[in-house]
């Protein structure tokens, strides 16, 4: 079975300070996919990253940055600087090869103050 | 990038009735479609996956004779929400696999139902 947890429910940050998200998850799978989504008030999802079980290079997009530590099993995504546009909600998600069910953990809401 | 147009982005119908909602790969081939629930504050769960083509495949504890899912081409996938109760109201959303997208899947913007 897999899993995907996201221990922080809610975060608040003042603008440009840096946050992390975390997700911690769990499966017997040796190769699969791991993804970030944002879902702004608005409601649509909008694909961040994807990263495979075998690529575990830290990855930085911009203000974006993602860690990926298969030994501890987690992909936390750390925003910097933040700013208000980046208030939404952040889903990490696990999905099996072949692109098959993706299971989602249940998100943090993040709330970036001006 | 591949593009999956959702409609409506919201809906409101009386109790009893039945609800239609449809996603549409603009700019590629769904092979697969996904439908997800998302109830407020809380995670999307898989309801669903359809094949073009072949019936769709239930989760557990999903009705399929209420939610109904017609994959009958590689560009529309349509989820019916039949005798609607005010406990069906949620945030649905499609994904749809692209032979061709390198990140797997693409989403729909979401439909919000509210059944009143």
């Known amino acids: 079975a897999q899993k995907v947890t996201q221990a922080q429910t809610e975060i608040s940050v003042v603008e440009k300070e840096d946050v992390t998200l975390d997700c911690v998850y769990e499966t017997r799978d040796t190769t699969y996919y791991l993804f970030w989504y944002k879902q702004p008030p608005s409601g649509e999802l909008v694909f961040l990253i994807r990263?495979?079980?075998?690529?575990?290079q830290n990855e930085i997009s911009g203000r974006y940055s993602w860690n990926f530590q298969k030994s501890t099993s987690s992909f936390n995504f750390t925003i910097t600087a933040s700013q208000v546009v980046d208030s939404a909600v952040y889903f990490c998600a696990l999905g099996p090869e072949g692109y098959q069910k993706v299971t989602f953990g249940t998100g943090t809401k993040l709330q970036v103050i001006p | 990038g591949a593009v999956v147009s959702q409609h409506p982005s919201w809906v409101i119908c009386k109790s009893g009735t039945s609800v239609k909602i449809e996603c549409r790969s603009l700019d590629f081939q769904a092979t697969t479609m996904f439908w997800y629930r998302q109830f407020p504050k809380q995670s999307l769960m898989l309801m669903a996956t359809s094949n073009e083509g072949s019936k769709a495949t239930y989760e557990q504890g999903v009705e399929k004779d209420k939610f109904l899912i017609n994959h009958a081409s590689l560009t529309l996938s349509t989820l019916t929400v039949t005798s609607a109760h005010p406990e069906d109201s949620s945030f649905y959303i499609c994904?749809?696999?692209?032979?061709?997208?390198?990140?797997?899947?693409?989403f729909g913007s979401g439909t919000r139902l509210t059944v009143v």
């Open positions: 990263r495979n079980s075998f690529d575990e």
């Open positions: 994904s749809a696999r692209d032979r061709g997208n390198n990140y797997g899947y693409t």
